[in-house]
């Protein structure tokens, strides 16, 4: 039997969903694919270098003991004797990964075989983490590599790069898009509330994925798509060409975490020529990072959850006493930062992430930041503490989950240490490689940096200890007091406010246009509510109302 080779040349872009009003609002296909485009760069975002558990059962009409490799003239290889009696079904247990591209925005697929009908095939040794820790240049070669070596495990070694559960997602690509013909179809509440088909059948090239020797090979189907916030929860994919037609359906589930929809399970429907077929489920799970190590879970000692509508990832930062202010020693320390020790009593969340333009245009419907360019995933900024009140009572006003609102001066400095006592979450000193601000006033006699004389995409950097970024730099963050004195005394200290009254609202965090001083932890700034600015931005946070 002859299986080609089909070479996968989507990817996943776009960003979280804009808002166009209320979920009650007339759904057309214009705002489904513009919300799904803008969704899928933020599934990017959040599932590059993610390495899933894939369960992979394959079942054949008839024995499959042979294959012909990728190429004309390849010999045919017979399989082994074991092989032979298991020729009609195979369970696969596997490591399931995409990864960025170094030169484009594509996610590739990467299956690494761990068990075959229960046997394990090699001593893994975290070999996922040591190939694309810091990937090279070469990451296609990789592929194809850790994809030949795999499909050998396959029934009749069949290789299939349309086995990707994600696959399907690269139709909704912006840039992808104006390839396809769409309709839309009704509201599927079978697959959930809010949830529309769509259509779709490529129509011009080159083809999103590469059939025999090359050659274009265009692709049709159906998408599910939910109209609020552009997430896709189903996927129906199919191709056909002489020797075969394959028809790939994959199942998504929101993960509470990330708040993107992963895949659940993946459905394909191989049907050669002369009748025989193949058909596989594989089921995901056991989702995490390798920033560190393949075995590194995804979920954090701190509950992570996501607003629905905004997509805001928001992390439960845990209640504890910490010493707030600076000591006298601390080099570029102000006298308005008198060490006191603080309470506070209770859990909150606080934005992982800066609000993001993105977040700000979905909510508000507008995009006031100075750096529109930067790009979606970018901080918004250039508004005021006034305009911050509106963003909350919005969002406030489609949730019954949390109180949205913003920190207290006292909860922001408790965040950004993250139980650290230093100048900065990252010891006694700040690069421009764990933050954006003006490297080239570097804090005390440290080296000078880089200044990017811009903001940069949220997350850009590590994390603090805690799981939440930017803390240090790339926008002012408004926090909810006025600014004053301290106030002494115990009573006073236990989940602190600022004065009742004042003229200008406390900032804090620094910003891409101060130098490093200005992201100390310690360090408060002021501007009056009506203030905006290039550098001024927010975070928010919230409290449990369920």
């Not at 008198?338 to 992982?352: K, N, P, T």
Request: proline share 5%; glycine share 8%.
């Amino acid at each position: 039997m002859r299986v080609w080779l089909f070479a996968l040349m989507a990817a996943c872009a776009g960003s979280v969903m804009a808002v166009y009003g209320q979920q009650a609002e007339r759904v057309t296909l214009e705002i489904l694919l513009e919300r799904s485009g803008w969704y899928l760069e933020s599934f990017t975002d959040e599932f590059e270098n993610v390495v899933a558990e894939e369960l992979y059962m394959q079942d054949a009409s008839v024995p499959l003991l042979a294959f012909q490799p990728v190429g004309r003239g390849a010999p045919t290889v017979q399989a082994s004797v074991a092989d032979s009696i298991r020729a009609r079904h195979r369970d696969l247990r596997s490591d399931f990964l995409l990864a960025k591209s170094p030169d484009t925005s594509a996610l590739l697929p990467f299956r690494d075989v761990l068990e075959v009908d229960g046997q394990p095939v090699r001593d893994r040794q975290a070999r996922l983490a040591t190939l694309f820790l810091g990937p090279s240049r070469d990451i296609m070669a990789q592929a194809e590599r850790i994809g030949n070596e795999g499909a050998r495990y396959n029934l009749g070694n069949m290789r299939s790069t349309l086995g990707n559960p994600v696959l399907a997602l690269g139709v909704l690509q912006k840039d992808y898009q104006p390839r396809f013909q769409f309709s839309i179809g009704k509201e599927d509440k079978a697959v959930g509330p809010g949830v529309w088909s769509v259509d779709f059948k490529e129509v011009k090239m080159p083809s999103m994925i590469r059939g025999e020797a090359g050659a274009d090979l265009f692709s049709h189907g159906r998408v599910w798509i939910d109209s609020l916030n552009g997430r896709v929860m189903k996927t129906e994919l199919q191709v056909e060409q002489p020797a075969i037609r394959a028809v790939v359906t994959t199942t998504f589930r929101v993960d509470e975490h990330s708040g993107i929809a992963v895949p659940i399970e993946m459905r394909e429907r191989y049907t050669f020529g002369n009748g025989n077929r193949v058909n596989t489920v594989a089921t995901y799970g056991r989702f995490r990072r390798f920033d560190v190590s393949a075995n590194q879970e995804l979920s954090s000692p701190l509950s992570i959850v996501t607003d629905e509508w905004s997509g805001m990832t928001l992390v439960e930062i845990p209640g504890g006493r910490f010493t707030m202010g600076s000591a006298t020693s601390e080099v570029g320390r102000n006298d308005d930062e008198a060490l006191h020790d603080v309470e506070i009593s209770r859990a909150f969340f606080m934005g992982r992430n800066e609000v993001t333009q993105q977040e700000w245009k979905t909510v508000m419907g507008t995009t006031p930041s100075h750096f529109v360019t930067c790009g979606t995933r970018c901080p918004v900024e250039n508004i005021s503490y006034f305009e911050v009140q509106q963003f909350l009572t919005k969002l406030n006003s489609r949730t019954k989950l949390r109180r949205y609102r913003l920190p207290t001066e006292a909860e922001w400095e408790y965040a950004c240490r993250a139980r650290t006592t230093g100048p900065f979450s990252t010891g006694e000193n700040l690069t421009t490689a764990e933050a954006n601000y003006n490297g080239t006033q570097p804090y005390n006699t440290f080296p000078a940096g880089e200044w990017r004389q811009k903001t940069v995409p949220v997350g850009t950097y590590g994390l603090n200890p805690w799981g939440l970024a930017d803390m240090h730099g790339n926008v002012w963050e408004w926090t909810a007091d006025w600014y004053g004195p301290y106030a002494d005394g115990r009573g006073s200290n236990i989940d602190p406010h600022g004065p009742g009254a004042g003229e200008k609202r406390v900032i804090r965090g620094g910003s891409w246009f101060f130098d490093a001083n200005s992201a100390r932890c310690a360090l408060r700034y002021t501007h009056a509510p009506q203030d905006k600015g290039f550098s001024l931005g927010f975070r928010v946070a919230a409290d449990r109302l369920q």
